[in-house]
């Protein structure tokens, strides 16, 4: 059974930082593309950067430069290192990860940016 389970959310100031990690389980093959989405309150979820298992990232337009997805293959831990956050990252941000064709979600995990 596959489970993801994220962690590192949590309130931060305006121009701080955050890393949001994702531990995967229950595959025996190991992960194809980790994810991580968000949604705000009132929004639809949105891609926030997504990392392939031949370690390919692509980041959505309102992160760029600004966060950076990484993967420990070993772990089969995702992470997103969040820097220079803005009011407008508050969200919950899931994890996603692929396997064969299914696709998993985390139960989210909220980060909130206000001072």
């Known amino acids: 059974q596959v489970q993801l389970a994220e962690s590192g959310g949590g309130l931060v100031r305006p121009g701080g930082s955050l890393t949001l990690a994702c531990a995967a389980s229950?595959?025996?093959?190991?992960?194809?593309?980790m994810a991580w989405y968000r949604q705000a309150p009132g929004k639809e979820r949105e891609l926030v950067a997504a990392m392939t298992r031949g370690g390919v990232a692509n980041y959505g337009d309102a992160v760029k430069g600004r966060f950076t997805i990484s993967r420990d293959y070993a772990e089969k831990t995702v992470y997103l290192q969040m820097n220079s956050l803005e009011p407008e990252d508050t969200a919950v941000y899931y994890c996603n990860a692929q396997t064969g064709s299914y696709s998993y979600w985390g139960k989210g995990t909220l980060v909130t940016v206000s001072s």
């Open positions: 229950g595959s025996p093959f190991g992960f194809g593309t």
